[in-house]
């Protein structure tokens, strides 16, 4: 049983979106509720398999969930955890698990789970988290894929990640404010959904300061209480949209966006002569040109362009004219959205972490197969552009971080829609 997304490409956009709330800010909150042995509301939290998947990992640790995916609010209550040693099953199904480590030390001084495994898009170790959690007097042992770590106590230490990784900025931030002293964490992960992670814990009564810079100081306290927080909107999905627009020539509002959040994107997108219009504090409109213009792109940590929107503006560049230079700094495997792309009759040329993109006058539409969730998004955009019709397998990848994405482009105007085909299974079958 196959589904797939069969898309009508060619049509410009029109209308407006409303941005749901971040993937990327409430899953390390719905991990950190696990610091608080109060019940905790979390809202703006969309229903996306990443979410649940969350969800069912702190559900096997003991604590009680209550999910309302139509009003997007979770209320946990994590009283009477009852474990610290999360199925492998559940932790094998997407890496952010691994966020549980800090709040089970802070709580427990002892976890066992299982280390994440590699992904489609590169190796992703996680020795960054574990450097800092022996600074904090954690020690860990190693057996068959397991990690096991025990301290007596979490003690406050002065951290310096070697890369700014989020998820270690993340686990370390939440390790620390349960921790006797004061932590500093220095090259920290500046992004918006590190600042929400700290917001969310303030409002629970922890003491964390210079969230969004690189040098974050947590001053430990004794327990945290109940609080109510809302997540901040998705920057990765809002500009997924505004390229909806930008790669068909049309022309939307995306509602419920921070500017101040995409300002690489928005820059780049201008570039290209994209026009793009912040009309009030929390809605962009956007107006894409037929004449698109290449441009060069390095991804960085916030606040450089995100490594989350190069696949989808990948897409951009390929049907616009000119060269466009795409370098991928963050992770080592982030071009395998390129397959699909050549398929659809782009010209790129990919050595290393750089990618050459020939622009093409217009994509045609081909069956394509997405292997990761921004790639997957970069299909369905060069999907909506190309002409002809397009079929695209692999929408469980989709389906992770992005929620009613098909119903929402179909409301400004796309044409697409999901079959389940069981006969592809069957050809698959037959072909291996
Ligand atoms: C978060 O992943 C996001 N996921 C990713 O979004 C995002 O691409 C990434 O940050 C970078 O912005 C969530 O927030 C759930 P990192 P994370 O630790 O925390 C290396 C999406 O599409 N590294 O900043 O895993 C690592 O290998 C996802 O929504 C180490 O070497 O990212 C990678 O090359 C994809 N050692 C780089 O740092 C470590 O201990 C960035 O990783 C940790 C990371």
Redesign the pocket.
């Known amino acids: 049983m196959t589904q797939e997304l069969i898309v009508q490409g060619g049509i410009p956009l029109h209308g407006s979106v409303r941005i749901k709330g971040s ?2 800010a409430g ?2 909150i719905i991990a950190a509720a696990l610091l608080i042995d109060e019940p905790v509301v979390i809202e703006e939290v969309p229903d996306l398999l990443d979410v649940r998947t969350m969800l069912s990992v702190i559900e096997s640790l003991g604590a009680v969930v209550d999910y309302d995916s139509n009003e997007e609010r979770i209320t946990i209550n994590p009283k009477n955890l009852q474990s610290a040693e999360p199925p492998v099953d559940h932790m094998q199904k997407m ?2 698990s691994f966020l549980v480590l800090g709040p089970l030390l802070a709580r427990y001084g002892y976890a066992r789970l299982s280390l994440p495994g590699g992904c489609a ?9 574990l450097k800092g959690f022996e600074a904090m007097g954690v020690e860990f042992s190693y057996t068959s894929g397991l990690v096991e770590g025990k301290t007596g106590f979490l003690k406050g230490a002065d951290v310096y990640l070697d ?6 900025t ?1 686990n370390l931030i939440m390790a620390a404010v349960l921790a006797k002293g004061s932590t500093t964490i220095e090259n920290a ?1 500046s ?1 918006p ?1 590190i600042v929400d992670l700290a917001g969310f814990l303030n409002s629970a009564g922890a003491k964390i300061s210079g969230a969004g810079t690189k040098t974050i100081r947590i001053n430990g306290v004794k327990q945290l209480g109940g609080t109510k927080y809302a997540v901040i909107p998705d920057r ?1 999905e809002a500009g997924t949209f505004l390229l909806s627009a930008a790669v068909t020539g049309g022309e939307i509002i995306v509602n419920n966006v921070l500017a101040a959040h995409l300002k690489p994107l928005l820059a780049k997108m201008r570039e290209t002569g994209v026009e793009i219009e912040e009309t009030d504090l929390s809605a962009i409109r956007v107006r894409g040109s037929l004449d698109k213009k290449c441009v060069d792109l390095k991804t960085q ?2 606040p450089g362009f ?3 929107l190069q696949p989808q503006f990948m897409s951009l560049l390929a049907a616009s004219r000119g060269t466009g230079l795409v370098t991928e700094t ?3 495997n982030r071009f395998r959205h390129i397959g699909g792309l050549l398929r659809m009759g782009a010209d790129i040329q990919v050595e290393g972490s750089r990618a050459v993109v020939q622009g093409v006058k217009k994509l045609s539409g081909a069956p394509v197969e997405a292997s990761d ?2 790639g997957a998004a970069a299909l369905v955009l060069a999907a909506l552009s190309a002409g002809g019709t397009s079929r695209i397998t692999g929408l469980e990848h989709l389906w992770r ?1 992005y929620s009613g994405f098909e119903d929402r482009l179909r409301s400004l105007g796309a044409n697409l829609k999901v079959e389940t085909n069981i006969n592809l299974t069957w050809e698959r079958a037959a072909g291996e």
Request: hydrophobic content about 30%; glycine content about 8%.
């Open positions: 993937k990327n899953l390390p890496r952010a898009i590169g190796t992703r170790p996680v020795d960054l988290h890369y700014p990784s989020v998820g270690a993340e992960a992004e959904e990765i940590p916030y995100p490594t989350d963050v992770f080592e969730l921004r971080g």
